[in-house]
């Protein structure tokens, strides 16, 4: 009875534990918002990258989520155009003002995005109601950096790998003294040249994607700061941190030192254990099978035995002096050898009441 009383204790305390540990997984995925909130949205020409449960942030705090990224049309100067609404909710203790701009902002280096909301403190400027939109005039769209490498795409295409290995090989017999080549040289640098200009709309192309490029840094340049003094900080607090991590190098350098100086020892045995013969199969249903159908028959009473070590309570009470396995020979040899690998000097020690 009194097993049975541990074994339900011991189930009891692994659920609870499982129910925690799961909840706090969920809390941490979810990104839930504390406390009430209010719900707006923001019209955006371009939300991409941005997706429900990202952060919503003022001033770089987390003070919300999105909840949701939808397409519609949307009417500017005049035309209709297709937009992406996005739905957040923040705290209700943060207000939105009629001159808040929305931002679509890089969170990390890795692409993730999240919504920033930034006020100027003007005296003119009146509440936002909750359930409010923040129109697309006053919100920055997402920076795309495919419009740097769009724009160089048809530079690249229209060069021909065959012409600039013509081009080279032709400097290289110039200089050699060849006469002929250099006319060769001079054609195919020709030919280069005119394959890099192109026609005028390739250039213009590129200018454009330039453009694009240089006014979406200019609309995040404090954005640009900030990453740039976070870099700078967590070079700092490396540089101030230079003693702790030579240390953490020389323990790693001793650890492994450690490591290999036991598995010098155990290799012979391992090797040994490896290329034995007969194999495992063939050893339990030959010599082996006296050995193992006693370790059989004695598996009832080292079930009694580990029952005994929690007879006490509701913990484990044990003194272990020495473990090893004798059902296979190289197995007996191998675990004194790895312990003995692992002790100073070699030698596997006893404490005092072991050796009494």
């Not at 074994?7 to 706090?24: P, W």
């Not at 936002?128 to 997402?142: C, G």
């Not at 240089?214 to 967590?234: C, F, K, P, Q, Y």
Request: hydrophobic share 40%.
């Amino acid at each position: 009875m009194r097993q049975h009383r541990n074994a339900l204790i011991g189930l009891a305390l692994f659920t609870i534990s499982a129910i925690v540990l799961s909840s706090m997984v969920y809390v941490t995925l979810s990104r839930g918002v504390a406390g009430s909130t209010h719900t707006f949205r923001a019209v955006f020409s371009d939300a991409s990258g941005l997706k429900p449960s990202d952060d919503v942030r003022v001033a770089g705090v987390r003070v919300g989520r999105v909840e949701k990224v939808d397409l519609v049309d949307v009417e500017v100067n005049g035309r209709k155009q297709a937009a992406a609404r996005v739905t957040f909710a923040i705290q209700s203790g943060q207000q939105l003002f009629d001159n808040t701009i929305a931002s679509v902002t890089y969170q990390n280096i890795i692409g993730q995005r999240y919504l920033g909301l930034a006020t100027e403190r003007t005296p003119d400027r009146h509440p936002l109601a909750p359930d409010s939109e923040i129109p697309i005039e006053r919100t920055v769209d997402s920076f795309d950096i495919a419009y740097l490498l769009n724009g160089f795409e048809p530079l690249f295409t229209l060069l021909d790998p065959g012409k600039v290995d013509n081009m080279t090989e032709g400097v290289v017999q110039a200089l050699q003294g060849d006469s002929t080549s250099v006319l060769e040289l001079i054609t195919s640098t020709s030919t280069l040249a005119q394959s890099l200009a192109g026609p005028d709309e390739v250039l213009g192309r590129v200018l454009d994607s330039l453009r694009l490029v240089v006014d979406n840094l200019a609309d995040h340049e404090s954005g640009l700061r900030g990453t740039l003094s976070n870099a700078s900080s967590i070079v700092r607090q490396l540089e101030s941190r230079h003693d702790q991590l030579l240390a953490s190098v020389g323990s790693i350098n001793s650890a492994v030192g450690q490591l290999s100086r036991i598995s010098e020892n155990v290799t012979p045995d391992l090797l040994e254990m490896i290329q034995r013969q007969p194999g495992w199969a063939a050893h339990v249903a030959g010599p082996g099978r006296e050995r193992m159908a006693y370790a059989l028959y004695n598996v009832p009473a080292v079930m009694k035995g580990i029952a005994r070590v929690t007879q006490s309570g509701e913990y484990i009470n044990a003194y272990v002096c020495d473990l090893n396995s004798t059902i296979f020979d190289w197995l007996g040899r191998y675990i004194p050898a790895v312990v003995a690998g692992a002790t100073d000097g070699h030698n596997i020690k006893h404490s005092a009441k072991c050796r009494s």
